[in-house]
């Protein structure tokens, strides 16, 4: 296991007032790591495995990711949340029947109830073109996950479609929170959530608006929302910017409740130039607890050749009452 560096915490600047994910496809076999003279963080998992979510159950931890390595949904197996084995099966072997396949982007995989568990994905629909959010069901969280008979969840055409499920609980209450991905076709992207039955069927209730882009390192974007409620704030975290490129970035927004005001941090939590290049591109964040109930976040960053996004560690600092800082590696 390779020992975690904790070096120093780079404190948040004070809070003030989509490209999608794509479907990669290298080759089967790992990408390789980048030398140590070229950069001297690790990833965890050297695979194309872009967009992760991960999901504890028990002991293990599971992670799903964006198509690639001829996978519609990507799934990998830790204890540790360091050493991974990418799993050789398809998490999602059969595509709903309204789908265009090679675009399955961005799963999230959460239990409403034991034993029992529901994925939330995006898909192209072959009538409108756009990206389309739909739900599919499993009683392993290896999989395979059903949604043969599956319609679509969210698909707002005339917004430009939906990405980026990802399922938030706010006093004991689940949230669909997703994007609407107006970047497609010069409109504006906002996060939304909209209120889920509590066995994650069906939406219950109109959209909330969170957040759209409006600071210049965001971009034409924002996507990929990670919501968490913690000492009586909601946290949002969140990807902005082209996902292609360095300038891709996590950002951190704050607020007493759904309707807001929200608060965004002004500049990036995670960036290019905070890891120094050598996590490059970061983004498609999960927050996650370590088997010591410390709080973490996976993402995906380019390698250096930019045909792969790997997955990555950071780890954070978030004192009770306080916002969360990241740890950076010497």
């Known amino acids: 296991m390779r020992r975690l560096a904790i070096i120093a915490a780079v404190s948040l600047v004070a809070l003030a007032g989509c490209a ?16 140590d003279e070229d950069a001297r963080i690790d990833p965890v998992l050297t695979r194309d495995f872009p967009d992760p979510d991960v999901l504890k159950v028990g002991d293990e931890y599971f992670a ?78 290896r999989g395979p996950f059903d949604a043969a008979d599956e319609g679509m969840l969210v698909c707002p055409v005339e917004d430009g479609g939906a990405i980026d499920a990802a399922v938030g609980v706010v006093d004991d209450a689940p949230y669909l929170i997703w994007k609407n991905d107006g970047n497609c076709c010069g409109v504006d992207t906002w996060l939304y959530a909209s209120p889920l039955s509590d066995d994650g069927a069906e939406l219950i209730g109109d959209p909330i608006p969170l957040i759209k882009q409006t600071l210049p390192w965001e971009g034409d974007l924002v996507e990929a929302p990670t919501l968490v409620q913690r000492d009586g704030a909601l946290w949002l975290f969140y990807s902005a910017n082209g996902y292609g490129g360095d300038e891709y970035a996590v950002g951190l927004a704050t607020a007493p409740g759904l309707e807001g005001p929200w608060q965004k941090q002004e500049e990036p939590l995670l960036s290019t130039e905070l890891f120094d290049g050598r996590i490059r591109g970061p983004g498609g964040q999960d927050l996650v607890t370590t088997p010591d109930g410390a709080d973490v976040l996976l993402i995906h960053g380019w390698n250096r050749s930019y045909i792969a996004r790997e997955l990555y560690l950071v780890e954070l600092d978030w004192p009770a009452g306080g916002a969360p800082r990241v740890v950076v590696p010497d």
Do not use: H
Request: net charge negative; proline share 12%; hydrophobic share 40%.
């Open 64 to 141: 799903y990711a964006t198509n690639a390595n001829l996978r519609n949904v990507q799934v990998a197996v830790s204890r540790d949340l360091v050493d991974w084995e990418r799993l050789n099966d398809d998490a999602l072997p059969q595509l709903p029947s309204w789908v265009v396949p090679g675009k399955t982007w961005a799963p999230e995989v959460y239990s409403f109830e034991p034993d029992r568990f529901t994925m939330y994905a995006t898909a192209t629909d072959a009538a409108s073109g756009r990206q389309c959010i739909f739900r599919a069901v499993a009683d392993d969280p």
């Open 20 to 35: 999608p994910a794509a479907p990669g496809d290298p080759d089967e076999g790992s990408v390789p790591p980048a030398s």
